[in-house]
Nanobody
Framework: QVQLAESGGGLVQAGGSLRLSCAAS????????MAWDRQTPGNLREAVAY???????YYLESVKGRFTISKNDATNTVSLQMNGLRPEDTGVYYC????????????????WGQGTQVTVSS
């Protein structure tokens, strides 16, 4: 079984910074991409940023230039550096991994962590 453990959320004033980290562990066979999704109050969950196994990047338009996603393949970790935080960035941030497990090497699926709260005060 695959587990994703997030850390780094918290309360910060507008304009401040936070760094989220996530470690993937367990019976991982392969990782296609790692990402951060978020759910802000009153909205559906959305993809904030992802990085593929080949290094392709995606950022939500509203976070471009402020957030940076990075990964460490040796440790199966992904981080999200968030600068210039705004109150509208408030929400629960979820680590997201797409890949395969040892027991099902032919089945690509998505895994999510429990989420970490990010609160930005104005």
């Amino acid at each position: 079984q695959v587990q994703l453990a997030e850390s780094g959320g918290g309360l910060v004033q507008a304009g401040g910074s936070l760094r989220l980290s996530c470690a993937a562990s367990g019976a991982i066979n392969s990782i296609n991409l790692m990402a951060w999704d978020r759910q802000t109050p009153g909205n559906l969950r959305e993809a904030v940023a992802y990085i593929s196994n080949s290094g392709d990047l995606y950022y939500l338009e509203s976070v471009k230039g402020r957030f940076t996603i990075s990964k460490n393949d040796a440790t199966n970790t992904v981080s999200l550096q968030m600068n210039g935080l705004r109150p509208e960035d408030t929400g629960v941030y979820y680590c997201h991994m797409r890949g395969t497990e040892e027991s099902r090497r032919d089945y690509v699926r998505d895994f999510w962590g429990q989420g970490t709260q990010v609160t930005v005060s104005s």
